[in-house]
């Protein structure tokens, strides 16, 4: 089989890449001999960082500076033409499309030129091809722009295969127009990357803090109020650090995407701003470049108070109880699958003392919570395991010698999860 991935990889952001990273597991494990192929953004680091063939989003188009400069004449439409034909050519050597985790169909600073035609081009282009498409334990909405609902929508009715991570992302979908009473619900993917080997488990009262700084300016791509909505985040957080160092917390900044690292950068100097000094002796920098460094980041903590998606993955993933101040849904469905539905407020609009509270609750009741999240682990990962046999069974298996596949297994395509 030759095998397509498709997404935002190689881009920075550590929970998409860490997504790829399962599904090759998952595929070097399953279907060994496949040959797998990875259309993203960044072919040249993703091909460095997991050996494996890639190529660009819409190909190599190259040409003479009088060619480029007909091209802009023409409004840019042999360009476009060429794309699409880089496209075809792509698809048509592939056996299998597989679009794993991600939120791959909402249009979060995102334009409906942007990511969600990119999606809809290479959807279409696989139907016309008569490749099958998996969209496996993706995320879905919100999408705020007409046209870009459209792209999304019409580009996830063509796969053969859809789970989502959460029962808000497949109520989503229907509620735009999607039949999905045979697609399934399975955990995001990135709960099946192995752990870190080494556990840490804080002896006393001293405790450790893990803070997740985002580069945060609303949901809309060029918002007129983004400026502002980053500026109160960040003076909100910095008085959290301040307050948390001068209770005795030491404090761990994580991150989960290249552009986080200006908000840290813009975090530290507004707690000096704010007479915050010493604050600083008790903040520690982590590293967040992969999903493993996060997880390394986070065992060196006992809370978490994050809002990435995917820095909550890996916080209950190691157990850790957490806060979430989240910019959209699947943070509040995912806690609340480990039953910590309490403890999560929106990133513009969290409360400092409410903050607090909920860190006093945690850490009150930090045995009985990190039992809970222990017990939702274990139910996530049979969870998966379910999906990996379903995956197996219905795609993986070789095509015939007419082409075609043989019968899904099972008759039952009710959702699980």
């Not at 916080?315 to 979430?324: A, D, E, H, N, Y």
């Not at 075609?404 to 999860?417: E, F, M």
């Amino acid at each position: 089989m030759k095998i397509g991935l498709f997404g935002q990889f190689g881009s920075g952001n550590s929970g998409n890449d860490g997504s790829l990273e399962a599904m090759l597991n998952l595929l070097r494990e399953r279907c060994p001999e496949a040959e797998l192929l990875c259309i993203c953004s960044n072919p040249d680091l993703v091909r460095k960082k997991y050996g494996i063939l890639s190529v660009g989003l819409s190909g190599t188009i190259s040409g003479s500076p009088r060619a480029d400069r007909l091209n802009r004449i023409l409004g840019r439409v042999p360009h476009r033409l060429a794309r699409i034909r880089s496209l075809f050519k792509q698809v048509k050597v592939l056996d299998l499309i597989i679009i794993p985790g991600t939120g791959i169909l909402d249009d979060y600073q995102e334009t409906p030129w942007g990511w969600p035609f990119v999606i809809f081009r290479w959807c279409m282009a696989a139907r016309l091809r008569n490749v099958p498409v998996a969209f496996v334990s993706i995320g879905a909405g919100p999408i705020s722009h007409p046209l870009s609902r459209f792209f999304l929508r019409t580009a996830a009715q063509t796969a053969k295969y859809r789970s989502y991570r959460d029962d808000f992302s497949r109520r989503y979908l229907e509620k735009i127009g999607m039949d999905v009473a045979q697609d399934f619900r399975f955990p995001d993917i990135a709960f099946r990357l192995p752990a870190p080997k080494t556990a840490r488990v804080t002896e006393g009262p001293h405790r450790t803090v893990g803070v997740g700084v985002m580069h945060y300016r609303g949901w809309a791509k060029s918002s007129r109020d983004g400026n502002a909505i980053y500026r109160t985040y960040i003076g909100k957080l910095a008085e959290f650090v301040i307050w948390l160092a001068g209770e005795g917390y030491d404090i761990r900044l994580l991150t989960g995407d290249l552009r986080d690292q200006i908000a840290v950068h813009d975090l530290m100097k507004k707690i000096k701003d704010m007479d915050g000094q010493s604050a600083l002796d008790h903040v520690a920098v982590g590293l967040g470049e992969t999903l493993h460094d996060l997880m390394r980041e986070i065992e060196q903590t006992d809370v978490a108070i994050v809002s990435r998606y995917h820095n909550v993955v890996c916080s209950l993933k190691l157990g850790r109880p957490i806060v979430s101040l989240g910019y959209a849904q699947k943070n509040d469905d995912l806690l609340a699958e480990f039953s910590q539905d309490q403890y999560c407020q929106h990133i513009e609009t969290f409360d400092l003392d409410m903050l607090k509270l909920q860190l006093h609750q945690i850490l009150a009741n930090f045995d009985d919570i990190r039992k809970q999240i222990a017990d939702g682990n274990d139910r996530v990962q049979k969870s998966l395991a379910e999906q990996d046999e379903l995956l197996t069974g219905r795609l993986l298996a070789p095509r015939n010698a007419r082409g075609k596949r043989p019968s899904p297994i099972g008759s039952d395509s009710r959702a699980l999860g």
